[in-house]
Nanobody, 126 residues
Framework: QVQLVESGGGLVQAGGSLRLSCAGS????????MGWFRQAPGKEREFVAA????????YYSDSVKGRFTISRDNAQITMYLQMNSLKPEDTAVYYC???????????????????WGQGTQVTVSS
């Protein structure tokens, strides 16, 4: 069982930065691929970024590539999302997820994932 808790969301002006954290629990955290997803009002949840078990491989959606950076610290049982050059269209509830899949690319398109956090709101004003 893995529990995930996001933090770090808030209100920021366009062009600003935020750093999201996803704190996990359990000694099996390092055995899961991890990812960030987001859901804007009236839209479906969409993939943002994913990172492999050891943190050596990352994968991003085209909409955030070059602006967001995903990372993880397995010793601290935490995953991060550094978001720079934020745009109003980045406004959404951001969720972290853990999954047993080895393919972080597949994690972006899987219908269901093993564990989800409760979400943290990010609002970017223009």
């Amino acid at each position: 069982q893995v529990q995930l808790v996001e933090s770090g969301g808030g209100l920021v002006q366009a062009g600003g930065s935020l750093r999201l954290s996803c704190a996990g629990s359990g000694r099996t955290f390092s055995t899961y691929s991890m990812g960030w997803f987001r859901q804007a009002p009236g839209k479906e949840r969409e993939f943002v970024a994913a990172i492999s078990r050891g943190g050596g491989t990352t994968y991003y959606s085209d909409s955030v590539k070059g602006r967001f950076t995903i990372s993880r610290d397995n010793a601290q049982i935490t995953m991060y999302l550094q978001m720079n050059s934020l745009k109003p269209e980045d406004t959404a509830v951001y969720y972290c997820a853990a999954d047993s899949t080895f393919s972080i690319q597949f994690m972006g398109v899987k219908k269901t994932l093993d564990y989800w956090g409760q979400g943290t709101q990010v609002t970017v004003s223009s």
